[in-house]
């Protein structure tokens, strides 16, 4: 059974993260540059919060704030929907449509380790149905020899 872990030892564990008094606008700019969906609010080193383009779409556009004057604080969405390490792509896939969430920060009792999203569980299930349907081309023309 594949882990979150095995989606971690391929993409990495960098998880961008920004502090509760960061603006949206910082947050967008980020999130631009870096070519991400959402960012990690810590306070103290703890997950506070999670911060989406849907939440700068839902609670900031659509609610006409400032970006410039609109702390994360405000507009996160808290609490997280996170998972462990070691918890199977099947859970995960699960969560995300059951929460209707596209990102999952990957935490332990150490603290923060990552982050998966629903595109890589996709990709992930991607990648193995295409070694299965090579081992099963190899062994059908193994047979045929």
Known sequence: MATVLDILGRKGGDVVTMAPDDSVLDAARTMNERGIGSVIVLEGGDVAGIFTERDILRRVVAEMKDPAATKLSDVMTSPVIACRPEARLEECAAL??????????????????????????????????????????????????
């Open 96 to 145: 995300f449509t059951e929460k209707r969430v596209r990102h999952l920060p990957v935490a332990d009792e150490e603290g923060l380790k990552g982050m998966i999203t629903s595109g890589d569980i996709l990709a992930h299930q991607i990648k193995e149905h295409e070694d299965t349907i090579e081992f099963l081309n190899s062994y059908v023309f193994d047979l045929r020899s």
